[in-house]
């Protein structure tokens, strides 16, 4: 590729820089998720100025062709123009008993399945692990603690990994007393003591729609019932439709992530989830605040919590390292001042504490900047994934099918036409040694047949661009037999 500008025809030269990046993006020499040369790298090659190539890339910016990424850079986007959201649905006439999903069970051993490619599990550490610097930080913390670091801990934590991520909710203004986070195994377990500390059985948990298959399996498990809220593919929950279900419904407490969701990757802005807040606390309904993803966002910085527009002290949230360090460490947090002393008694009752030796590294790696340093490139890595995996469905997929463009976290919810059952992908997928997550299990109501969703927390390879290959050619059969 000719990296010269024209100084004899009409164009403007920021024009030709255009239609350079334009091309290389034509011949794949730059692909979707790529990082454009620097202002200064281009500008030296073509032999023109730096604000010629940056009125170039700032034109490029706002025709939708690249973005700019606050000390970073500027990132080849996919094209947009031709870009198909999930279709809206409409909210739910009563709420429902969960039945158990054998479904679920079977996603759970494709994913662990030898030679199948995982792109059923959202594990979005996998594109850049930190799996070296945590051993080492292990072995450190071995030597230092000895015996002490593999016997039990404390019952709500270890005190100094409380007080760092106390002290990191107060980057969103957010003073968070450390007495008030309880340690738990997970995420999950988080959201089981929460949901115990709010409800029974019985009671009516509303949810988003589609909804993380966890919950509504731990919702099942209490006994409890689930009222579905859909959500919109960019701004989660529609608001409207949470306050006609609250007026409709007797809610008893609804478990929401609000700062991207899990599958569809939507993210609330600010202003409406301090609006969400306060709809629920004017009710004095609580909110678990499903939080797992939050730190992984592809937009210029991370949500506020809704922690943090809490005036009575009803929310409550729920996170972990599982998706920026280590699921397999199970080591997550909950946070609340209102039911502590009952989070601490399901605490205690389920499993009297969280792994130490673990706690232990994770406070370590956040003290040595490691976990930032990392978070860094991996929000990097999967922002370029994300885009690379929706080219590559673009380019496999046939047209008709819909698929989000997630703000953040690691995987991407694909709609099919009418009438297609994405359970029989999901096991043809898995004959080619591929899993995926069929929609049927993001729903009670089995709303989302025609879904699937997949992880783009992989590192990317030929395999998997290849993988999605073969998805979209299963996809285009499945239509087809869909229509005869
Ligand atoms: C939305 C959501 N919430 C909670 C969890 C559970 O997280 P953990 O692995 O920390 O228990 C997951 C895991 O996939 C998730 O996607």
Redesign the pocket.
């Given at each position: 590729m000719s990296f010269a500008v024209e100084r004899e025809t009409e164009d403007f030269l920021y024009q030709q820089v255009i239609n350079l990046i334009r091309d290389m993006k034509a011949q794949q020499t730059l692909r979707p998720g790529d990082k454009l040369p620097s202002l200064r790298g281009l500008a030296d090659k073509l032999k023109v100025s730096v604000p010629t190539v940056k009125q170039g890339y700032q034109e490029l910016e706002r025709l939708g062709d690249i973005e700019a990424r606050p000390k970073s850079g500027y990132y080849l986007k996919a094209a947009s123009s031709d870009h198909h959201p999930p279709k809206r649905i409409r909210l739910a006439r009563q709420p429902v008993k969960v039945k158990r999903q054998s479904l679920i069970e079977q996603v759970y051993d494709a994913i662990h399945t030898p030679g199948v490619l995982p792109l059923g599990i959202?594990n979005p550490v996998a594109a850049f692990p930190s799996d070296k610097t945590l051993a080492r930080t292990m072995r450190r913390v071995m030597a230092m603690a000895g015996t002490q670091a593999i016997s039990y801990g404390p019952m709500d934590g270890f005190a100094p990994l409380k007080r760092q991520l106390a002290y990191r909710y107060l980057d969103f203004g957010l003073k968070v007393d450390p007495d008030d986070l309880v340690i738990t195994?997970?995420?999950?377990?988080?959201?089981a003591i929460a949901l115990q500390c709010v409800a029974k059985a019985g009671d009516v948990i509303a949810v988003e729609s589609p909804c993380?298959f966890?919950?509504l399996e731990l919702i099942e498990s209490l006994g409890m019932m689930a009222y579905e809220i859909p959500v919109c593919p960019d701004d989660g929950i529609w608001i409207e439709d949470l306050e006609k279900a609250i007026e409709q419904q007797s809610i008893t407490a609804c478990v929401f992530?609000t700062a991207i969701?899990?599958p569809m990757g939507s993210c609330m802005p600010d202003e409406n989830r301090q609006k969400v807040v306060e709809i629920l606390e004017q009710k004095n309904i609580p909110l678990i605040e499903?939080d797992?993803?939050s730190d992984l966002y592809f937009t210029d910085k991370r949500c506020i919590p809704a922690q943090g527009y809490s005036k009575k002290g009803l929310v409550i949230t729920?996170a972990?390292?599982?998706?920026t360090a280590a699921?397999g460490y199970?080591v997550?947090w909950m946070i609340t001042s209102r039911y502590n002393d009952s989070a601490r008694r399901y605490k205690r009752a389920l499993s009297c504490s969280s792994s130490l030796i673990n706690q232990w590294t994770l406070s370590e790696f956040i003290a040595s900047g490691d976990y930032d340093r990392n978070m860094v490139k991996l929000r990097r890595t999967l922002c370029c994934n994300k885009e690379r995996m929706i080219a590559s469905i673009k380019r496999y997929f046939p047209n008709e099918i819909r698929v989000s463009d997630p703000q953040g976290g690691g995987v991407l919810w694909i709609e099919l036409p009418g009438g297609c059952d994405t359970v029989n992908l999901f096991h043809q997928a898995l004959s080619k040694n591929i899993s995926i997550a069929p929609g049927a299990i993001f729903s009670p109501t089995n709303k989302y047949s025609r879904c699937f969703r997949i992880s783009f927390g992989l590192q990317w390879s030929n395999e998997l661009d290849m993988a999605i290959k073969t998805l979209g050619g299963l996809t285009k059969q499945l239509i087809q037999e869909s229509k005869n």
């Open positions: 959202a195994n997970g995420a999950q377990e988080a959201l993380y966890g919950i992530s969701s899990n499903d797992v993803y729920c972990s390292f599982s998706k699921p199970r997550g």
